[in-house]
Structures are given as C-alpha cells and as structure tokens.
C-alpha cells in the first residue's frame, strides 16, 4: 500500500520568516506525482505546488518551493517569507495509478 | 463559473438512512473523486471516475456507490448510514488525474 507521512502535526513560523513542512512517502512507483495542498480554516482545499517525479528540478510557485529528494523519497515545503495568509492546515499527496493518497497533515501557525 | 458544487453542506442521518451527496462542475473536466476527511487522518479517496461511465474503487470504497451517467455530475450514495461514517466529504475534479484537483466546499455528515 502506498503511504504519505507528515511527522509534523503542528508547525509555528514567525512572520516574515521561512518554515519547512516535511514530508516523505512510500512507494515502488517510478512514474508518479507529489503534491502540496492548502486547506485554511474556510475548510477549502487549494493546491499549494506540483512536482512530477520524472523531473529532478525542483517546482517553485512564487515563495512556495519543494526539495524533492527522489531516492530518499521525501518531498518537503519551504514557505518563505510567512504571510499571516499561509495559516493553514498542509497536507502532502502522493499520485500514482489514478488515485491519491494524502498524508495526516501539518497545522502551520503564523505568529505575527 | 461555479466550479465544483457540493449539496448539501450539512446532513444529519439516522443509522440504517440511505442518501445521496450531490457533486457537479462545469469545468468539463474528465476526472472526478470523493473523499472523506476524518480528524488524524487526512483525506482518504472513496471512489473515483475518469470519464462517463467509467468509475473505480479508492481506499475506502466499503459503503458507498457512485456512478457518473454525465461529465458534470458524479453523486456519492449511501446505502445504510453507519456512525462510522460520520465524516467531512469532498468532490473534487480535474482534467487529468495528474493536474490540479480544484475541490468542492465538502460535506459535514453526521450519522447518529
């Protein structure tokens, strides 16, 4: 069975600072997808960032980036310079087969 | 443009009750999938469908039925509610399994 962990329930960055949401997964896929979504206290879900796993460059939207360790098979979120915005609830997906897999998730507090 | 739509946003059954969770989108988007969100959990897929007519078991299919007759709507049925099923349910739909999910508001079931 394929599996995503998130080892980090709760997370707590200051404003304006950088934080790293980890994230690893288990799978004896070689063509697949991860993902990072965004779930704020609205309860809407809203995709954060996407990396296909043929790429070894690693994705970045705007101060959203990943560090996708392929081998290691870890795929972790840097947030950089936090916004009172990024609050959230962060949830880890890995993609293969048509379907998807999410992990626990990690609650991110912003402290202003 | 709706996006995808879920009704209703909050139900409460009785054991036994049968129901279905209605989801649309007009987006025209091929792939379609139900989720539930239980507290430690994370999202786990229920049932998912790649096109009209054509639809396929998740990790936790045990309870619920779907069928997809058109692109726009993909309704989640309950056979006999169980409190086990008591849960946060998402629609979500894309173009391809391996592009951005855009999700529904969800669902708050509560079976007593």
């Known amino acids: 069975a394929q599996t995503v962990t998130q080892s980090q329930p709760e997370m707590s960055v200051q404003e304006a600072e950088t934080v790293t949401l980890s994230c690893t997964y288990d799978?004896?896929?070689?063509?697949?997808?991860l993902f990072w979504y965004k779930q704020p206290p609205s309860r809407q879900m809203i995709l954060v960032i996407r990396?296909?796993?043929?790429?070894?460059q690693n994705a970045t939207e705007n101060r959203f980036s990943v560090n996708f360790q392929k081998a290691a098979k870890s795929f972790s979120l840097k947030i950089s310079d936090s916004q009172l915005g990024d609050a959230a609830m962060y949830f880890c997906?890995?993609?293969?087969?048509?379907?998807?897999?999410f992990g626990t998730g990690t609650s991110l507090t912003v402290i202003p | 443009n709706a996006g995808v739509t879920q009704t209703p946003k909050f139900q409460v059954l009785k054991t036994g009750q049968s129901m279905t969770l209605q989801c649309a989108q007009d987006?025209?988007?091929?792939?379609m999938s139900w989720y539930r969100q239980d507290p430690g959990m994370g999202l786990r897929l229920i049932h998912y469908s790649v096109g009209a007519g054509i639809t396929d078991q998740g990790e936790v299919p045990n309870g619920y039925n779907v069928s997809r007759s058109t692109t726009e709507d993909f309704p989640l049925r309950l056979l006999s509610a169980a409190p086990s099923q008591t849960s946060v349910y998402f629609c979500a739909s894309s173009y391809s399994y391996r592009y951005e999910q855009y999700f529904g508001p969800g669902t708050r079931l509560t079976v007593t």
């Open positions: 990396q296909e796993a043929y790429k070894q």
């Open positions: 997906a890995y993609e293969a087969g048509n379907q998807f897999y």
């Open positions: 987006m025209n988007h091929e792939y």
């Open positions: 799978t004896s896929e070689s063509d697949y997808y």
